[in-house]
């Protein structure tokens, strides 16, 4: 079966304003890429508490969760030991993330003519980015090679942890979905057909959208706009799901369309 995906973003930077999140917009496109939808989002600051109880529940959900933000070494980077408490389960340096560490930390004593010194006081703090949850898996970062993580909750959730940069997030997400959710892409299988509806309220609408969702396996959404630049007042209004469910119940939105003898316009298709 293919799990509900969920989003949580780490960070007082995004509450404050002082950074614009990307993440969310990215995670819709990546997974749309692959036939697939995110169907929720949180955002939480830096506070061990609430990120506790927001990773606690996502553990619980059984749905595929990505988390970014908070995996460093700093003092406001939390989400490590948060995931830890959610679980119930210490943390621990993790065998193959302190190779690729090392491994990343010799490249930059190369790169400057240094010779690596292990037991240098920064160097030792850095193996703190490979303290992890006992049981996480890595996941491999091709920016850095510093990794990231996967755990999974005693709900069946499946969590997995990655840095606030999207330089280096995006391509991390990317493999996961490539890799542990490859069977899970709808390549064509799935579909959304809309149409632009002039002159209707939606409190008419409503019986047909609930007709069609009770008729059909499919969502039913309504979009309404009141200044769009190009169709000014209107509704996209528009059935997603399986793409054979979708063509059958579209044809039946656009005959009850038809018989409140609404006023459409473009028709929009993606899948």
Same mark, same amino acid.
């Given at each position: 079966?293919?799990?509900?995906?969920?989003?949580? /973003?780490?960070?007082?930077?995004?509450?404050?304003?002082?950074?614009?999140? &990307? *993440?969310?917009?990215?995670?819709?496109?990546?997974?749309? #890429?692959?036939?697939?939808?995110?169907?929720?989002?949180?955002?939480? =600051?830096?506070?061990?508490?609430?990120?506790?109880? $927001?990773? !606690?529940?996502?553990?619980?959900? =059984?749905? $595929?969760?990505?988390?970014?933000? =908070?995996?460093?070494?700093?003092?406001?980077? @939390?989400? !490590? #030991?948060? +995931? $830890? +408490? +959610?679980?119930?389960?210490?943390?621990?340096? *993790?065998?193959? $993330?302190?190779?690729?560490?090392?491994?990343?930390?010799?490249?930059?004593?190369?790169?400057?003519?240094?010779?690596?010194?292990?037991?240098?006081?920064?160097?030792?703090h850095r193996f703190n980015m490979g303290v992890f949850p006992v049981g996480a898996r890595i996941i491999p970062n091709?920016?850095? !090679?510093?990794?990231?993580?996967?755990?999974?909750?005693?709900?069946?959730? #499946?969590? *997995?942890?990655?840095?606030?940069?999207?330089?280096?997030?995006?391509?991390? /997400?990317? =493999?996961?979905?490539?890799?542990?959710?490859?069977?899970? %892409?709808? %390549?064509?299988?799935?579909?959304?057909?809309?149409?632009?509806?002039?002159? +209707?309220?939606?409190?008419?609408?409503?019986?047909?959208?609930?007709?069609?969702?009770?008729? @059909?396996?499919?969502?039913?959404?309504?979009?309404?706009?009141?200044? @769009?630049?190009?169709?000014?007042? *209107?509704?996209?209004?528009?059935? &997603?799901?399986?793409?054979v469910a979708v063509v059958t119940a579209y044809a039946e939105l656009l005959a009850g369309l038809a018989g409140h003898?609404? #006023?459409?316009?473009?028709?929009?298709?993606?899948?």
């Amino acid at each position: 079966m293919t799990p509900a995906f969920g989003l949580i /973003i780490v960070g007082d930077e995004i509450l404050s304003g002082k950074r614009s999140d &990307k *993440h969310l917009p990215k995670v819709i496109e990546l997974l749309a #890429q692959r036939g697939l939808s995110l169907s929720w989002m949180r955002l939480v =600051g830096d506070d061990r508490e609430r990120i506790t109880e $927001a990773l !606690r529940e996502a553990f619980a959900s =059984g749905n $595929a969760v990505f988390c970014c933000g =908070g995996i460093g070494a700093t003092p406001d980077d @939390h989400t !490590r #030991q948060c +995931a $830890a +408490a +959610a679980l119930g389960v210490d943390l621990a340096l *993790h065998p193959e $993330a302190e190779l690729l560490i090392e491994a990343r930390m010799r490249d930059l004593a190369a790169e400057r003519g240094e010779v690596f010194d292990p037991l240098r006081a920064d160097n030792v703090h850095r193996f703190n980015m490979g303290v992890f949850p006992v049981g996480a898996r890595i996941i491999p970062n091709p920016y850095n !090679r510093i990794p990231g993580f996967s755990c999974d909750g005693p709900g069946g959730g #499946q969590v *997995h942890f990655l840095p606030g940069f999207p330089v280096m997030a995006w391509p991390m /997400i990317e =493999g996961v979905l490539d890799t542990v959710y490859a069977h899970c %892409h709808r %390549h064509g299988a799935w579909l959304e057909r809309s149409v632009i509806v002039f002159g +209707a309220m939606e409190a008419t609408l409503t019986p047909l959208m609930e007709q069609i969702e009770r008729d @059909h396996p499919v969502k039913v959404f309504s979009l309404p706009s009141v200044d @769009h630049p190009e169709f000014g007042r *209107h509704i996209e209004l528009g059935v &997603k799901g399986a793409s054979v469910a979708v063509v059958t119940a579209y044809a039946e939105l656009l005959a009850g369309l038809a018989g409140h003898g609404a #006023q459409l316009g473009p028709e929009m298709v993606r899948s």
